[in-house]
């Protein structure tokens, strides 16, 4: 039978603070529309400026990432921003590798159809144009340091990292920064580089900084609210 005492349940439990007092509507439409307003402005930027970026910045928005919910609580995510010019352009050269060999041979011709607004092809410079790379990797299980073969499994690993990599994108969305998510296939090779541990799956390599004066962005749309939702009331 289960203990009937909640405190028995799990671990123990605190005060919700911050959070208890229901906002005023016209509050509350105001935040939802300003929200909407500054994540309108986002858009995947090919084209950087390399003015720099303070690191203090970055760090809080990796604050704001580390917030996510994840599965039991398991966090399992690492991020490795990359500010040195040395190590930008080794995740250049792979990436382009990796690149070449997408366009040229493995992408069948749908992908690439699929591809065409975009303008994408092999050639990445914004990996060194930019002031910061950051390699987020998703840890599939934890050990307790290298060589040590007791695991322990991390639950929705992919869920969760997602989530953490969509808080880091409207951060850094909000401090005015421009994003551009970029996965070239496979990453590998960022392991290598980065000197991460083979248990963390590279998921996403985000681009981030100032566009350049002259950056353009393909004219591509949003789906409608009505294509993207139903509600049942
Ligand atoms: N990784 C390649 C191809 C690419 C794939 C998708 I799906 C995109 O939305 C954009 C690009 C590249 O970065 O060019």
């Not at 992408?107 to 607004?117: G, I, K, R, T, Y």
């Not at 290298?146 to 850094?172: M, P, Q, R, T, W």
Request: proline share 7%; glycine share 6%.
């Amino acid at each position: 039978m289960t203990d009937p005492n909640p405190e028995s349940w799990g671990s123990p439990t605190e005060p919700l603070s911050g959070r208890s007092r229901r906002p005023e509507l016209e509050w509350q439409l105001a935040a939802s529309e300003n929200f909407l307003s500054e994540i309108s402005r986002r858009r995947s930027v090919r084209d950087f400026s390399s003015e720099t970026v303070d690191r203090r910045v970055i760090e809080n928005c990796l604050l704001a990432a580390g917030r996510a919910p994840s599965g039991a609580n398991q966090q399992p995510w690492h991020f490795v921003a990359v500010g040195d010019a040395a190590t930008k352009r080794r995740i250049r050269q792979a990436a382009e590798r990796e690149e070449e060999e997408f366009y040229q041979r493995r992408a069948p011709q749908a992908w690439l159809d699929a591809l065409q607004p975009l303008g994408t092809d092999q050639h990445k410079p914004f990996l060194e144009t930019a002031p910061w790379l950051i390699a987020i990797f998703a840890e599939t299980y934890q050990t307790a340091g290298e060589g040590d073969e007791h695991s322990v499994k991390n639950y929705y690993v992919n869920e969760s990292v997602g989530i953490a990599c969509g808080f880091l994108l409207a951060a850094l969305n909000s401090c005015g920064l421009a994003t551009l998510t970029h996965t070239p296939s496979p990453m590998r090779f960022l392991n290598e580089i980065l000197g991460r541990p083979k248990q963390e799956k590279p998921f996403l390599l985000l681009v981030v900084g100032y566009p350049s004066i002259d950056c353009t962005v393909p004219k591509i749309g949003k789906k409608t609210l009505d294509e993207i939702s139903t509600f049942v009331m």
